[in-house]
């Protein structure tokens, strides 16, 4: 009998399983960084890092989490979610997917040339993997306010530079993002002020291709 009673205990402790069904349950959650968020310096700094990524995001996850019950989009994947909403939705949906994808293509160990059939198609579009640099940054550079700059493929496997304001992903367009570059201050604000040219051009230092290859 007394087991009986200490398995109910159990069954019923604020620390079961057991949900109240009125309980909001939280359909996205904040992406894990695969490496410190020391460890990208002195490109993106520890402190940039902790902002960025865990009040920034952290921010658009739970505002995502927050609006999207009741709608149409409870039950729909994140990238259906940006495809087909609009207003605060897309916003913050869009934001989530564009910080998923740009956490996740940095290393500290990154840097180089792509190389494979992702190598062949920037040269094949750019002529060469500076060329392709120079005109990915420059989109960076020449995107007014904040947004992002993005290296996109379409169904064919050919590729793309698009510029993206605030929220936007190429998703919106038909095309697959496989590498972006956050445009917005808080991105960089912190380790390189106004100079978001030098910003861009340090970030070729993490990016990791092996990550971006396999998006392509």
Known sequence: MLTLCLSLLLLISPNSQITDK???????????????????????????IEFHHGKHLLAYVNNLNNLIPGTKFENADLETIVKESDGAIFNNAGQVLN??????????????????????AIDDQWGSFEEFQKEFVNGGV??????????????????????????????TKGLTPILGFD?????????????????????????????VEKRY
């Open 142 to 171: 020449t995107q007014f306010g904040s947004g992002w700059v993005w290296l996109a493929k379409d169904k064919d496997g050919k590729l793309f530079i698009t510029k993206e304001s605030n929220a936007g992903n190429p998703v």
């Open 183 to 211: 445009v917005w201050e808080h991105s960089y604000y912190l380790d390189y002020q106004n100079r978001r040219a030098d910003h861009l051009a340090e970030l070729w230092k993490i990016v990791d291709w092996s990550v």
């Open 99 to 120: 910080h998923n994808l740009y956490f996740t293509q940095f290393s500290p160990k990154g840097g180089g040339k792509p190389s494979g059939a992702l190598a062949k």
């Open 22 to 48: 009125n309980e909001k349950v939280m359909k996205f959650e904040l992406v894990s960084l695969p490496y410190a968020t020391d460890a990208l310096a002195p490109v993106i700094g520890k402190a940039t």
